[in-house]
Nanobody, 123 residues
């Protein structure tokens, strides 16, 4: 499967962005999808994940209550709505897919990765 992330940009603190990740492949609906972020020089960090049905979601403590993950299997797309953005949310955001029905927090548990989209939050 191929993943294409989009929706990043520059926003002021307190603002919002919605990231999208479009996937190719007819089996998208069977994948668990995740969002990660990475700052240059640091490890890739888990942000959120959602199971194939959308029935189970997971968030890192740093984004819980501010970010919402969702998916539209008919459009082969997963979204990350980011509200109340903070400067520390600045990073390259990546979407990822894994062929398991269970969410995972480690990057090495994901099988496919998108190219990343830059999110910059100014103070």
């Amino acid at each position: 499967v191929q993943l294409q992330a989009s929706g990043g940009g520059l926003v002021q603190a307190g603002g919002s962005l919605r990231l999208s990740c479009a996937a190719s492949g007819r089996t998208f609906s069977s994948y668990t999808m995740g969002w990660f972020r990475q700052v240059l020089g640091k490890e890739r960090e888990f942000v959120s994940a959602i199971t194939w049905s959308g029935g189970s979601t997971s968030y890192s403590d740093s984004v819980k209550g501010r970010f919402t993950i969702s998916r539209d299997n008919a459009k082969n797309t997963v979204y990350l709505q980011m509200n109340s953005l903070k400067p520390e949310d600045t990073a390259v955001y990546y979407c990822a897919a894994r062929t398991s029905t269970v969410v995972a927090w480690r990057p090495d548990r994901y099988d496919y990765w998108g190219q990343g989209t830059q999110v910059t939050v100014s103070s």
